[in-house]
Each structure stands twice: as C-alpha cells, then as structure tokens.
C-alpha cells in the first residue's frame, strides 16, 4: 500500500459548485498533514495544515479522520482560478520525513 | 524574506552524460529536501538534510545520484550518468526544523527542469 494515496481525477466541475478530494495514508503514526496546491508548471505551496479539530479558511475547509486514516478537502463556491492540481501530504513522523500524494487535478469549468 | 533558490531552471543532455543542480535554502532552515517531479506524478521525495546529515535517502538512486549539503546551508545533487527516465523537475525544499515554528512547513524552490535525450 502507498505511504499516500489520492484520486488523480480530472474533477470536471462547474464554477460554483462544491468539490470535495479525499487522501488516504498508511501510516497511523503519521503526525500532521497538509495541502498544498500546484499550478501548472510551477512549484508546490501550501494551501492549508489539516488539524485533528478540521479547520477552515475561507471557502476552504480541510478535515483529518485518524481511526479512518484520510484527510479530506472540501472546496465551496469554486472559482476558475481554483482550478490546480491538490497535493495531499503527509508527515510520517520519522525526522519530519514528508511525503506527497500524486495530487488531484481540479478543472473549473466556466 | 528570500525563497528557495535553484539552478539551472532548464538542463538538457543526452543519455550518459553527468548534470548537478544547486539549491540554497530559506536562510536559517536546517531541513533540506530534494524531490524529484516526474509529469503528471506528485513530487517523490530522494534525500532529506538536517543541517549537514542525511535523514532519509532510501529513495535515492544511490548507483547514479548523489547530494551532499557540506556546510549545512546549501546543496547539491548530482546524477552521473543520467538516464533516459530521469527526465523530470527536480524540486528542492527546506523547512525550519523539527521542534521550530512551523516545522513541517515546506517552501519550495521554482525547481529545475531537466530534459534526458
């Protein structure tokens, strides 16, 4: 089983729709996880940590289910420039050893 | 606050020659990655650096590729000789460390692309 584990899509969706990505991972001693967004062609950054409580920012809300071992990303009310692969990672916690999932590619449709 | 700086952004070479890429992190960062890119995949991690010490190089294709972060500050990774599938963007990051605000916090660089003809 992969360390990470995403859907590579391609999520085709409507601007204004809500789109939700899930990622799962095997390690239960893993310690924190993220998202991080890349554009075309450009370096990863990070959207946002995912907190045991789940957490939110803006129309961004990212939730951690440890017994299930997934992390999710919710997006509402998507805009065009939402559109970006998702990168879903993990920190397994041997010396902050970071792990990446494949990514989700999101396309925003007008 | 300076970034993560990387060079070259483009390489390209034939099959069996040599290339080395250089990255110097966010200053005062103690971990360092490099992570190789290949299209359409996520980024896979080849060697972490803690200071000057290696963490994790157990994806790091050790019969062609090395890095090495002498001084703790910057670092190199080499691949002699490269293949055909080593075509990729080669991501370096750095972090503040464990136990720092923000450990796990990756800030990238704008990566190398390099091309294996």
């Known amino acids: 089983r992969k360390e990470v584990e995403q859907d590579p899509g391609p999520f085709n969706v409507p601007e204004g729709a809500t789109v939700a990505f899930n990622c799962t991972y095997s390690?239960?001693?893993?310690?924190?996880f993220f998202w991080y967004r890349q554009d075309c062609r450009k370096e990863p950054k990070l959207l946002m940590s995912?907190?045991?409580s789940g957490n939110e920012d803006g129309r961004f809300t990212a939730q951690l289910n440890r017994a299930s071992q997934y992390i999710s990303l919710l997006i509402r009310d998507s805009k065009l420039s939402d559109s970006a692969t998702y990168l879903c990672v993990v920190n397994i916690g041997r010396d902050d050893k970071i792990i990446f999932g494949k990514g989700t590619r999101l396309h925003i449709l007008p | 606050e300076a970034g993560v700086a990387q060079s070259p952004r483009y390489k390209i070479i034939e099959k069996r020659q040599s290339v080395a890429f250089w990255c110097n992190p966010i200053s005062g960062h103690a971990t360092l990655y490099w992570y190789q890119q290949i299209l359409g995949q996520g980024p896979k991690l080849l060697i972490q650096?803690?200071?000057?010490?290696?963490?994790?190089d157990s994806q790091l294709p050790k019969d062609r590729f090395s890095a090495e972060r002498l001084k703790g500050v910057d670092s190199t990774l080499k691949i002699q000789p490269a293949k055909l599938e080593d075509s990729a963007v080669y991501l370096c990051?750095?972090?503040?460390?464990?136990?720092?605000?923000?450990?796990?916090?990756?800030?990238f660089g704008a990566g190398s692309r390099l091309t294996v003809l």
């Open positions: 990051a750095s972090s503040p460390g464990t136990g720092m605000a923000g450990a796990n916090v990756l800030t």
């Open positions: 650096f803690q200071n000057n010490g290696v963490v994790d």
């Open positions: 995912v907190y045991s």
């Open positions: 390690n239960s001693a893993s310690q924190s």
